[in-house]
């Protein structure tokens, strides 16, 4: 668990166990004889609710908020993590072992992929039609001029995508 989900679980029961002591301690005032009236004890817990009790809340409601939405963000980087790990120490990988390893769809790794190359952490060449990564890097690429699908001559011209002329994988090189 995160921090932030953490810090605004906290923040979230401290405020419910505020306004319980509250209640607690004006529901027993009101039964004694020196205390002030019911109409200044009710005043008092509606003071104690809207400036200590609904602020505290809120912003544990933010903190958990937004810690969910960091773990989600961490979860879709420990997925490309695997991913790359996957394609780079085995050298070939198809989207269906993919899927099968990391528990995904194949649409889901598809998008991982696009996500990955648009990000630039991806070099290498991916044939969507059979649904295979290649990894290769940009040096061996440039230097060979061949594609790691069918070994036929790659034209290198572009903004870092080449289609192959042959078999029409995608091949994907970081410009530096």
């Known amino acids: 668990m ?7 679980i906290i923040l979230i029961v401290a405020s419910i166990l505020i306004l319980i ?8 005032q009101l039964f004694s ?7 200044g004890q009710m005043l008092g817990l509606v003071m104690v609710f809207l400036f200590v009790v609904v ?13 969910q ?15 790359l790990n996957m394609v780079l120490t085995q050298g070939k990988v198809s989207f269906a072992e993919v899927a ?10 598809e998008d991982i992929v696009r996500d990955l190359v648009g990000k630039q952490l991806f070099t290498g060449a991916v044939n969507w039609n059979d649904g295979i990564l290649y990894s290769k890097e940009a040096s061996q690429l440039k230097k060979d001029h061949l594609c790691p699908n069918c070994g036929g001559e790659l034209t290198l011209a572009g903004k870092g995508v080449i289609v192959c002329p042959y078999c029409g994988a995608e091949v994907f090189l970081h410009l530096d």
């Open 21 to 28: 002591a509250a209640v607690a301690v004006l529901g027993t």
């Open 33 to 39: 004889e020196e205390s002030a009236t019911a109409g």
């Open 69 to 83: 939405a960091e773990e989600e963000k961490m979860s879709q980087a420990r997925l490309e993590r695997d991913l």
């Open 2 to 8: 995160n921090t932030g989900r953490l810090a605004g």
């Open 55 to 67: 602020p505290i809340a809120a912003v544990g409601v933010y903190l958990l908020v937004r810690g």
């Open 100 to 109: 099968l390893e990391l528990s995904l769809t194949r649409s889901e790794v």
